[in-house]
């Protein structure tokens, strides 16, 4: 949640009644985080809610993520080619699921097509980064412009749809307990510090609603729901995208990468200076084009490190890798705890005298570890492993 928004007619008090020109009464939906204690937003529809009907069990969206029978042995470290996986079809089945744990679960796609159901995922958060292509993201909440470069964030069960006009290239992380930006970014206030990486001027949020009262759009009339790892689908009787206006705290949301501002010092600060958002038990770090550390003496390259508590994963986008060469856009690492880890052979030493770095790539640090599944290990790049010697 980023910051209270409104758009589209509302009534002056909640809860209180609301008629449309035409005199029919309009429909409140509260949409409520953490019961009734968190983050909520309204939702004013020209239709009753819900208007679903003729729930089934639906044999469309992706498979659950299963480990694969000898995924973590022997302990090492791996790399992933995202590119590897089958181009085409709509987001909404064509999902790869690579790794995973109790709370989180990390997949790959790269959809051509329009979904052509509504889904609401009730299983947790979704945040995605668009490696390349370009969507638009529809939601009761309106329209979101997205491209190259962005992360998205879906709150759970927020009903939506994919606009795919061609290819794009995702990484997708499915939350049970939710995404956030760092508590350490914000004021007692919940503002943005004024030393944050990023203000809030850098997100960009939906313009709409997408219906008036006057015009509700059409669009599919099925609508796909995971809970639980199963996936229900209804038969609507009205549009979902109904809602003529809203106002809260819970929406979806864009945030550019190249927006981020790490921090800079003489000498090489640990990764957590690029802490973009947190979750339950994990964090995501984003790496920008930057003036590297300053001082003479200082190694820019990142240190070898053996971090005992976290699996490591980063996905590379584009430019020159400081710390490991021979990994190109697209490949997805993963360092397990465990292991130590560091740069390339020669990339410490070759560093030195380094002012600026071009780097461009998503990291994601789990406290509990990853699990990899067959789809992952059918991506798997063999020769990493002995690659670091």
């Not at 969206?61 to 995202?82: F, M, T």
């Not at 790869?96 to 051509?112: E, H, K």
């Not at 199963?230 to 009205?238: E, I, K, N, Q, S």
Request: net charge neutral; hydrophobic share 40%; with cysteine.
């Amino acid at each position: 949640m980023i910051d209270r928004q409104s758009a589209g007619a509302f009534p002056a008090e909640p809860h209180s009644v609301f008629r449309a020109p035409d005199g029919k009464i309009v429909h409140e939906e509260m949409f409520t985080r953490g019961g009734f204690d968190g983050p909520f937003t309204y939702f004013y529809h020209r239709f009753p809610v819900p208007p679903h009907r003729d729930a089934r069990v639906s044999a469309r969206g992706w498979p659950a993520p299963v480990a694969a029978a000898d995924g973590p042995r022997p302990l090492r470290r791996r790399l992933y080619q995202s590119d590897r996986v089958a181009p085409g079809g709509m987001l909404v089945d064509r999902r790869t699921p690579l790794l995973f744990n109790s709370g989180l679960t990390v997949l790959v796609a790269r959809p051509a097509l329009t979904d052509d159901v509504y889904f609401a995922n009730g299983d947790g958060d979704e945040l995605w980064f668009l490696r390349g292509g370009s969507a638009r993201l529809e939601s009761p909440c309106g329209w979101l412009e997205l491209r190259g470069g962005d992360y998205l964030w879906i709150p759970k069960s927020m009903i939506h749809r994919w606009h795919l006009a061609g290819p794009v290239s995702l990484m997708g992380l499915e939350a049970r307990g939710g995404v956030a930006l760092p508590r350490s970014f914000r004021n007692p206030l919940g503002q943005l510090r004024l030393d944050a990486p990023y203000s809030h001027r850098d997100f960009r949020r939906p313009q709409g609603p997408v219906a008036t009262f006057d015009q509700v759009p059409e669009g599919p009339r099925e609508l796909l729901i995971k809970k639980g790892g199963v996936f229900t689908r209804y038969a609507l009787d009205t549009s979902p995208m109904d809602v003529v206006g809203w106002d809260g705290f819970v929406y979806p949301f864009a945030f550019p990468i190249e927006s981020y501002r790490p921090k800079t010092a003489p000498f090489h600060l640990p990764p957590t200076i690029h802490a973009t958002f947190e979750g339950d038990g994990f964090v995501v770090c984003s790496f920008v084009p930057r003036l590297v550390d300053y001082d003479p003496r200082a190694v820019p390259c990142p240190f070898p490190h053996s971090s005992v508590d976290c699996d490591e994963i980063v996905l590379y986008v584009r430019g020159d890798f400081t710390s490991r060469r021979g990994v190109g856009a697209g490949a997805l690492s993963l360092h397990p705890a465990g292991v130590a880890h560091g740069p390339h052979p020669g990339a410490y030493e070759g560093s030195l005298g380094t002012k600026r770095t071009d780097e461009l790539a998503v990291m994601v640090d789990t406290f509990e570890p990853l699990a990899a599944t067959a789809q992952a290990a059918a991506l798997e790049d063999p020769g990493y492993g002995e690659s670091w010697g």
